[in-house]
DNA sequence: ATGACAACCTGTGGGC
DNA sequence: TGCCCACAGGTTGTCA
């Protein structure tokens, strides 16, 4: 379900109701994650007051003094507050019941996020991680030079978490239609100059994303329970065989790594 | 090193 | 109505 915008709407929404409370307990109902819940993660927590709530790339760090919570929500993962005696829905895998009555609880029907207890950041999971792409460390320049002698698609280029985190596959469609590249173009093949226009996209669309409170498609919620708005503003994902809303070709569908993928034929070249 | 692909899961929607 | 298949917002690991 999230990319970066509805992971860092979630922070956005969380961090008012936990920032500053105490863990009372950790209710793990279903260990059975990406990768098996931590069996200490419940002595861990216990008794830690959260100081904050940080995000990187797509996963979400909730910080005590003694380490960090990890969080990934995966493909169909969402962390909500709620009242700590509210009955377990089904896949609610996990609460953090805090000092004040309420609860972290967290839901996953396909169980693809994960839970990690980190120290320092020293994770594996983030030690190869690229650049945000909000950060200044995102630029055009990185970009052309690591692309070059790559034939991979441009598309799965964006993807990969080593050349940038947190643009998934809504994103990354709606990138480059903004920057009017071919999402099949070899990553390679791609001017300098092109690819400051298209840093320049994914920053305004995540930007625009996280402005509208991220893309609710089916059932994503962010940490205060409202959908996100952004699926207004999509302009090819979703959309294939519509018109183009700035020419008014039909948009065309592929899939890249069997995943939808839709450009216009005219606008992306 | 690179790039394509399978794998991990459940739920939903479309076609028949 | 029911059944089967394709597909879904992510990421890692494997293989050629």
């Not at 609860?103 to 029907?109: E, Q």
């Not at 460390?137 to 050349?163: C, N, P, W």
């Not at 320049?200 to 498609?217: C, E, F, H, P, R």
Request: net charge positive; with cysteine.
């Amino acid at each position: 379900m999230p990319e970066l915008p509805e992971v860092e709407t979630t922070r956005r929404g969380l961090a008012p109701h936990i920032v500053g409370r105490s863990v009372q307990q950790v209710i793990v109902r279903e260990r059975r994650l990406r990768w098996p819940v931590p069996a200490n993660l419940p002595t861990r927590l216990a008794g830690q007051r959260l100081l904050g709530i940080r995000r990187r790339a797509k996963y979400l760090l909730i910080d005590t003094a003694r380490g960090s919570v990890m969080v990934h929500l995966g493909m169909s993962g969402s962390l909500r507050v709620m009242p700590a005696a509210t009955p377990p829905f089904v896949h609610d895998h996990v609460d953090i019941v805090l000092d004040n009555g309420q609860c972290l609880r967290y839901n996953d029907p396909r169980r693809f996020g994960s839970f990690h207890w980190v120290l320092g950041d020293n994770h594996d999971l983030l030690r190869h991680l690229g650049p945000e792409p909000l950060s200044d460390e995102f630029t055009g320049g990185a970009l052309y030079q690591r692309s070059r002698g790559r034939k991979i698609a441009v598309k799965s280029f964006l993807m990969d978490g080593k050349v940038v985190v947190g643009v998934g596959n809504i994103y990354a469609n709606e990138a480059l239609f903004m920057a009017g590249i071919r999402p099949d173009r070899a990553a390679g093949r791609i001017s300098a100059a092109r690819y400051t226009t298209l840093v320049s996209s994914v920053q305004a669309v995540l930007a625009g994303a996280i402005d509208k409170g991220g893309t609710t498609l089916r059932d994503y919620v962010g940490g205060d329970g409202k959908p996100g708005y952004f699926a207004q503003q999509l302009r090819v994902y979703g959309r294939d065989g519509l018109l183009c809303r700035q020419c008014t070709t039909v948009l065309k569908a592929i899939r890249q790594n069997n995943r939808a993928t839709v450009f216009c034929p005219t606008c992306q070249r």
